[in-house]
């Protein structure tokens, strides 16, 4: 049986905001989660707002209003995301339960492709990011330097996020958060 078969799961959202690929300002993606998908929309469309103040060429937006990508620059490859995306956390219910309270899991952004890894179906606990992090620095042509891997370990044990940054490979990991906590 899988844990919190048959209870009642939480669904959470998360808005994110980012560039497109690897242009300048790649490493501060960030994230935050939302209950509900208005409170998501909402926050996205501050960030929207924040942005149109600044000098842009277009706009592209899903008729859902979950994604705009807003390109300042086309020629410098220069476009910022603002994504909503769902998640399903698999060890969150809505009566906290002790046993799940220290399992936690990570939404994965591929900085690269500008999605999210596994359509955020597949949220990883804290090992579960180390093996996607040495699966997907399996194949590259660059080693890590240990205190580059210190870090990104650091991160996933002790701050919540991280980043895996390395040759053809730039992964975000954001800690989801209990729906108690938010």
């Known amino acids: 049986m899988l844990p919190n078969q048959n209870l009642n799961l939480m669904k959470l959202y998360a808005s994110l905001h980012g560039v497109c690929g690897l242009a300048e300002g790649y490493s501060d993606t960030t994230v935050q989660f939302f ?26 937006t899903h008729t ?13 490859s220069e476009h910022e995301i603002l994504k909503i995306i769902e998640v399903n956390p698999l060890w969150d219910i809505d009566k906290p339960d002790p046993a799940n309270s220290n399992v936690r899991e990570w939404l994965m952004w591929n900085q690269m492709d500008t999605e999210v890894m596994y359509d955020g179906e597949y949220l990883p606990t804290d090992m579960g990011c180390i093996k996607e992090a040495t699966d997907a620095m399996h194949g590259t042509t660059e080693s890590m330097p240990m ?28 800690r989801v958060p209990k729906s108690d906590t938010l």
């Open 35 to 60: 209950k509900t998908l208005e409170q998501a929309k909402e926050h996205k469309a501050r960030l929207l707002a924040l942005l149109m103040k600044e000098e842009h060429e277009e706009i592209i």
């Open 64 to 76: 859902d209003g979950t994604q705009d990508i807003i390109v300042m620059n086309d020629l410098e």
């Open 147 to 174: 205190d580059e891997w210190a870090d990104f370990v650091g991160g996933i044990y002790y701050r919540g996020e991280a980043m895996l940054d390395a040759d053809d490979v730039c992964i975000h990991f954001f």
